[in-house]
């Protein structure tokens, strides 16, 4: 039904990951309905649930994903914990370096999901977030 929706409309519809998806999730036929069915990649939320590089994940399915969310999170041996960036166990300099080679041109945005320090807030922690984005980006990880 979605396919049909995004195609007599001309829009997208991208799918968010959460725990349940794998490698092999987009291989089935949902994508294959139609061009307009994309990804909206969660990075963190792929980490928490596989064991497999989330890399590879945007490596195959590059050119059909709209958005990465970017979060930092502990695979499942580690708890499946949101922690704060560069704590965890996403490869997001592994992924800024991989966009960056490959001059792929897909939006990240940061989803704040661990615990907000004492003394900080959302808004404060989303800078510091970024801040450790914008370093790796231009480091490559």
């Known amino acids: ?6 195609e007599k409309n001309g ?3 991208a799918f968010h990951n959460h725990l ?9 036929k949902l994508l294959g309905y139609s061009k307009r069915l994309k990804i909206n990649f969660d990075i963190g ?7 497999d590089d989330p890399l590879d994940m945007v490596r195959k399915y590059h050119d059909r994903m ?3 969310h970017v979060k930092d999170r502990t695979r499942t041996a580690h708890g499946k914990k949101n922690l704060p960036f560069g704590q965890g166990d996403t490869p997001l300099g592994g992924l800024f370096a991989l966009l960056r080679k490959e001059k792929w041109d897909i939006p990240c945005d940061i989803e704040l999901e661990y615990k907000i320090p004492k003394g900080s807030d959302a808004v404060k922690e989303v800078g510091v977030s970024n801040r450790y984005c914008e370093r790796l980006s231009r480091i490559g990880g």
């Not at 039904?1 to 995004?6: F, K």
């Not at 349940?20 to 089935?28: A, G, H, V, W």
């Not at 939320?45 to 064991?51: G, R, S």
């Open 45 to 51: 939320h792929y980490v928490a649930a596989n064991d």
């Open 11 to 13: 829009i997208d519809i």
């Open 20 to 28: 349940q998806i794998n490698r092999l999730t987009y291989d089935s």
């Open 66 to 68: 709209v958005s990465i």
């Open 1 to 6: 039904r979605c396919a049909a929706i995004a």
